[in-house]
């Protein structure tokens, strides 16, 4: 007998948000070159209404398709405006990922003063996306 797999959602957290002029490509592309996974996408054709993109060690973005939506807010978040910054443990190998996959690097590999190492790329669509091993300051009680 198969077991039930856990379907729980996840705790609440930050999702960013992203607006793409081509989500379906961006989608893949943002798998291929730095390992986000596919948890949902919503919409036909090449139009995307909601995606969600897990990142493996926690957290995700969610984009969508640009599209001609009056009076909607969202329509002020320009395709290619986003920066983020990902934790992983491996910024060599997901360098070397996102390099062979063609993102543009900003900046390589290098260890920071305040103890990361990171590297920065764009996406095709022109999002600013850090890569790093910091986990942030230790939250305060």
């Given at each position: ?66 599209r001609d ?11 290619g405006s ?15 990922r996102a ?43």
């Amino acid at each position: 007998m198969a077991r039930m797999t856990d379907m729980r959602a996840p705790a609440p957290q930050v999702w960013p948000t992203l607006k793409a002029h081509d989500a379906r490509a961006l989608i893949r592309f943002l798998v291929e070159a730095f390992g986000f996974e596919e948890t949902v996408v919503h919409g036909e054709g090449d139009t995307v209404d909601h995606a969600e993109l897990s990142w493996p060690p926690g957290g995700g973005v969610m984009l969508g398709s640009v599209r001609d939506d009056p009076g909607n807010p969202w329509n002020d978040l320009a395709p290619g405006s986003f920066g983020g910054y990902a934790v992983t443990d491996d910024v060599d190998g997901l360098y070397a990922r996102a390099s062979a996959a063609g993102a543009e690097i900003l900046r390589k590999p290098a260890d920071t003063g305040y103890g990361s190492r990171d590297f920065t790329a764009r996406d095709p669509e022109g999002n600013l996306w850090s890569f790093g091993t910091y986990r942030g300051a230790p939250r305060r009680g």
